[in-house]
């Protein structure tokens, strides 16, 4: 995989955004990751107060040599897709050399690790792994509601913090650059909890299989968290045409108005006829493949989790995290969920039913 590649599947967040932020930071590394980041910095107008340095091993002097002149500078971080490790030894031990007091650092298993786990970035990610009270994961397919019960949950600051950590960014180190995701894991563990010691996280059915395929200590994992949620939606139909759309899209999520606005007329430009159907066909085959695979994981695993149904969810919020809550054996003042605030908002519409109708008379479907 490609240099450039690999950075681009940091796009979706905001972490290369976040690094380059930083200003008075030298980058080493090989030539192809320095002019990313300047390629990068340039067009979000970041900060132009970093510093590169292509490292190889003949020009160690030099690098000395730029250290002392450096003004104010905040770190070093090793950025480099194949080598991060060998040459953070080579820079660690040169800077160790000289008088100067400056963190040396990994672009991945230290700031990527930090900015997952929302520590400080420039500091080590090293830390005592400490278990928390309460473990759990949120087992779903796309486009299943997961993201409001996720926000819901952590709307209690009781219930950890819900999210898909382990999704395309840490996979692609994993595959491609030695990163160790069980210990960001451990990491996300020991950090990503709430005051009573609570840690949640989520696994959509696609990433999981990426990571089950890794075949190095995916099952770790597993077994490391306490108890499972099955998120399910009935209406499968309804799930495929959400699928469908937010491809179409681009939106996954709406938390505001603007964004609301902006997802009502890009559905304008969609019109239902039979192509569009059909893709609604393929995605609810899709969709029947993802869910035999879930079936065979929690048989594999021995997995018996909660099973939780998306459309009773939306009619019945108190009582379904008032079940889930108990499952886990958290408890809150009853008023919690009553006074509950979140943003997250049902991206259903007018659009969305008539294709749910169109498809059901097309394919003689009564659900």
């Not at 997952?116 to 994961?137: A, D, E």
């Not at 990491?187 to 059915?205: A, E, P, Q, W």
């Amino acid at each position: 995989m490609e240099v450039n590649q690999i950075y681009n599947v940091f796009q979706e967040g905001a972490f290369l955004k976040n690094i380059l932020s930083q200003g008075n930071i030298l980058f080493v590394g090989e030539e192809e990751s320095l002019n990313y980041f300047k390629n990068y910095a340039q067009k979000h107008q970041l900060e132009k107060s970093n510093y590169g340095h292509l490292w190889q091993n003949n020009n160690q002097q030099d690098f000395i040599s730029k250290l002392q002149k450096l003004e104010n500078c905040q770190g070093i971080i090793i950025a480099s897709v194949e080598n991060e490790s060998t040459i953070f030894n080579e820079v660690n031990q040169l800077v160790a050399s000289t008088d100067l007091a400056l963190p040396v650092l990994k672009l991945f298993d230290d700031i990527f690790v930090n900015f997952m786990s929302k520590n400080s970035l420039l500091q080590s990610s090293q830390c005592n792994f400490r278990k928390p009270t309460v473990s759990y994961g949120v087992l779903t397919l796309p486009r299943s509601g997961s993201t409001f019960l996720c926000h819901l949950l952590a709307a209690t600051e009781s219930a950890g913090y819900p999210t898909e950590h382990l999704r395309k960014p840490a996979f692609t180190l994993a595959k491609y650059c030695n990163f160790d995701y069980i210990r960001l894991f451990n990491n996300l563990m020991t950090h990503r909890v709430t005051l009573n010691g609570v840690f949640g996280t989520k696994f959509i059915s696609h990433f999981f299989h990426d990571f089950e395929n890794l075949e190095n200590g995916f099952e770790n994992i597993l077994t490391a968290l306490d108890k499972y949620i099955y998120l399910v939606r009935k209406d499968e139909v309804a799930q495929a045409i959400s699928i469908l759309l937010a491809q179409k899209t681009q939106v996954w999520h709406i938390n505001n108005q603007n964004k609301l606005l902006n997802y009502q007329d890009q559905l304008e430009s969609i019109t239902i006829d039979d192509e569009l159907l059909e893709e609604v066909n393929h995605k609810l085959f899709f969709i029947r493949q993802q869910q035999k695979y879930i079936d065979k994981v929690l048989k594999t695993y021995q997995i018996s989790p909660l099973v939780i149904e998306y459309e009773q969810l939306v009619e019945n919020v108190e009582d379904n995290l008032q079940t889930i809550l108990d499952y886990l054996g958290i408890n809150i003042l009853p008023e919690t969920l009553t006074n509950l605030e979140y943003t997250i908002k049902k991206m259903g519409s007018e659009l969305s039913r008539n294709i749910a109708e169109e498809y059901r008379k097309k394919y003689a479907i009564k659900c």
